[in-house]
């Protein structure tokens, strides 16, 4: 068991025929908590019925909501998704919402401190007051892994290499670490010359790229490990890249090696862009037999 803190968006997304419960940190803490971990989330939700769904699914799924604020004055956080033919998503997110007002309070400093890892995306830094409060428990935070989510607008390569710096891990896919290479001015259309060049621009040991179907790669402690990708129908995407990271942190923290855990990671990312909504369950049954493909 790990102690694991995320920190940012909840939120629903809005499909065309559907509501489900969403936002990258509540997908990623309901995933670790399903792999039987300690996992507490701190967030905003307005004074609606929304919120009040999205506490109940948070209690549901066992997830600690002592860090999740109540906001009077501001909405529960919404997105429109819209899908395409091969089931990728775009994302119309509603601004502003109360995840962009979490305040710096006492119980998240308690839960950051007491945490063995803390994970943060860049969307929840759109608004200086959730960024803020980041930057404040990014200084508290043991080891810190930095999921990278690039939704035009909402974000500044400014922010962004402030947040890569502050990362002991840090997660893209593969459009974005070329986005942000590039402004960083790399030279480089290597996948593996740009992971060094971010490593050693940013300081940071440890990164992952995700590459959709074909896998994903890992640079960890100055060894490269590999995974192509599992054969699946796409139903949709969200949430795909939660599960990976969610997954390849589980398995690190708990010393599985390298390869073990980059393989499971992309098996349950597959698992998931295979079904409906960003939080399927998965049984052990289903990840065994994906892991055999």
Known sequence: MINVVCFGEVLWDIFPQHSKIG??????????????????IISRVGKDTLGDGIVAFLKEKEVNIQGVQTDTNYETGSVNVMLNDKGSASYDIIFPRAWDKIELEQQSIDLVKKSEVFIYGSLASRNDTTRETLYALLKMAKYK???INLRPPYYSIEVLTYLMNAANFIKFNDEEIFEIAKELKSETNSLEQTILFIAKKTNTKNICVTKGRHGAILYFNGTFYYNSGYQITVVDTVGAGDSFLATIINALQKNKSPQEALNTACAVGAIVASKEGANPVITNQELEIMLKS
Do not use: I, W
């Open 23 to 40: 936002g990258a940190p509540l997908n990623v803490a309901t995933r670790l908590q399903s792999f039987n971990n300690k996992v507490a």
């Open 145 to 147: 892994v930095f999921d």
